[in-house]
């Protein structure tokens, strides 16, 4: 699992994972995520083009830190997922609670407009 | 989805069968998905039906290591995965306490991420990404199938 971060010219940055965020793979990337995410207290994307797989474990590391983007009014926005990766999030609810997007310009939007939630 | 209860049935004969026997130690999570890999290539699964297999496996057998034992110690758990024309069969059998995920109840998956309790999402995925599950208690001990549908074309 890898991590990267890019700061976008909108001056929001967007952290980019990939691999599998299976049990082994969150392991691997959460302190790093909740870092570079939750922590930051900071509205930022997350980009998963390169993720094939999630499960529940992966699941739950992005709603402890959409728990604490929400508690400091910031925000999060899903980016470009995998068919599959979009399907489980969905069934999970996630996308009531953190916005999905394909398209960054459209992603950046949703970070600008608004209150958080 | 599952949208109704499952009968007792006899298996359908399955053309093709593989079965592995781990430990109770989340790190065996690494040889089932190598057999899964293995398994999916050998009997060209498309991506959805490998992706349902892979996510069955790891959320059962995750819960299963975390709490079929709570006195610890070493223990095992049977799998077998087998595939006929029609559908993908998983099962996962073990001697830990009774445990019946198909009567676990569904999670909050619509309330605020604020008001929303840890636990059951795996199971809660795994029932809406298979099409069958059923489960058996045995001579203490639990035996549980899962099954996707082909997908055709």
């Known amino acids: 699992m890898e991590l990267s971060v890019e700061n976008l010219d909108s001056g929001y940055r967007c952290v980019a994972l990939s691999g599998r965020l299976d049990l082994k793979g969150t392991q691997e990337v959460d302190a790093q995520f909740t870092e570079e995410t939750g922590a930051k207290k900071e509205s930022v994307l997350v980009d998963l083009s390169n993720v094939t797989y999630i499960a529940s474990i992966g699941i739950r590391m992005f709603l402890s830190n959409i728990k604490q983007l929400r508690a400091a009014n910031a925000k999060m926005v899903i980016l470009k997922p995998q068919k599959m990766v979009e399907e489980v999030l969905k069934l999970a609810g996630v996308d009531a609670i953190i916005p999905i997007e394909h398209d960054q310009a459209a992603a950046v939007e949703v970070l600008k407009g608004g209150n958080a939630g | ?153």
């Open chain 2, 1 to 153: 989805m599952i949208t109704h209860a499952f009968h007792l049935r006899p298996a359908p004969v399955m053309s093709r069968t593989k079965q592995i026997q781990i430990s109770n130690d989340l790190s065996e999570l690494e040889r089932l998905n190598l057999l899964v890999e293995e398994f999916g290539g050998e009997n060209n699964f498309k991506t959805e039906e490998e992706y349902a297999i892979y996510l069955c496996l790891e959320e059962m057998v995750t819960n299963v290591i975390s709490y079929a034992w709570p006195d610890g110690g070493e223990h095992t758990i049977d799998i077998r995965l087998a595939v006929g024309e029609e559908s993908i069969r998983v099962e996962i059998d073990d001697d830990g306490v009774e445990f019946n995920p198909v009567e676990f109840g569904a999670p909050d998956t619509v309330a605020p991420a604020e008001e929303r309790p840890i636990g059951g999402l795996g199971i809660h995925l795994v029932k809406q990404t298979m099409d069958d599950m059923f489960y058996q208690r045995v001579d203490n001990r639990n035996a549980l199938i899962m099954k996707k549908k082909r997908i055709q074309g």
